[in-house]
Nanobody, 115 residues
């Protein structure tokens, strides 16, 4: 069973930073490409960034230059460093494999950017 737990969200002012973590159970993590996704109110869930099993990152144009995805396979953990946050980044952030596994969606972590 794939179990993923997101953490690190919170309330931050525009221009601020947050670091999200995704803790994975089991040995599957090392062999999977992984991704960070987000869902804003009233919008569909979208991919934010992805990273290969070997650590090659890719971020979408909307967050390029502000967000950095990384992973530590020894710790079964993936990270999303988010800098220069804007109100438009407000959403629930999820981690999952890439492409995502339906059964692996967790509760997500809420990120709220507000002054």
């Amino acid at each position: 069973q794939v179990l993923l737990v997101e953490s690190g969200g919170g309330l931050v002012q525009p221009g601020g930073s947050l670091r999200l973590s995704c803790a994975a159970s089991g040995s599957f993590f090392k062999v999977y490409n992984m991704g960070w996704y987000r869902q804003a109110p009233g919008k569909e869930r979208e991919l934010v960034a992805r990273i290969t099993s070997g650590g090659s990152p890719n971020v979408t144009s909307s967050v390029k230059g502000r967000f950095t995805i990384s992973r530590d396979n020894d710790k079964n953990t993936m990270y999303l460093q988010m800098n220069r946050l804007t109100i438009e980044d407000t959403a629930v952030y999820y981690c999952n494999t890439y492409p995502p596994l339906r059964a692996a969606w967790g509760q997500g972590t809420q990120v709220t950017v507000s002054s």
